[in-house]
Nanobody, 126 residues
Framework: QVQLGESGGGSVQAGGSLRLSCAAS????????MGWFRQAPGKEDEGVAV????????LYADSVKGRFSISQDNAKNTLYLQMNSLKPEDTAMYYC???????????????????WGQGTQVTVSS
């Protein structure tokens, strides 16, 4: 059974950094579409960063460009999201998503992703 397990969330002050991890099981991440979405209370889901791990193409939300970076470790079968210069508006539940298809990748369309993790909470205080 395919599983995505996020970790690395927590509480930080504005300007701080966190690195989220998404460990995949039952499939290899070396040539798939994977990314991060977030949902803040009272707000719609937002795509944060998505990459096609085989092609190396990447998409970032305008709100995180220059601050967040998506990367992968194929040996560990894990996707990462390095988040720097965090702002209070980055506070949200962050979800990892993946799809072995990838025709539309990179994309922020949620229906393009078959697999989703349970999420990890990120809280940024001012």
């Amino acid at each position: 059974q395919v599983q995505l397990g996020e970790s690395g969330g927590g509480s930080v002050q504005a300007g701080g950094s966190l690195r989220l991890s998404c460990a995949a099981s039952e499939f290899t991440i070396s040539d798939v579409c994977m990314g991060w979405f977030r949902q803040a209370p009272g707000k719609e889901d937002e795509g944060v960063a998505v990459t096609h791990t085989g092609r190396g193409t990447t998409l970032y939300a305008d709100s995180v460009k220059g601050r967040f970076s998506i990367s992968q470790d194929n040996a560990k079968n894990t996707l990462y999201l390095q988040m720097n210069s965090l702002k209070p508006e980055d506070t949200a539940m962050y979800y990892c998503a993946a799809d072995t298809g990838g025709s539309y990748c990179p994309t922020f369309l949620p229906w393009s992703f078959r697999y989703w993790g349970q999420g990890t909470q990120v809280t940024v205080s001012s």
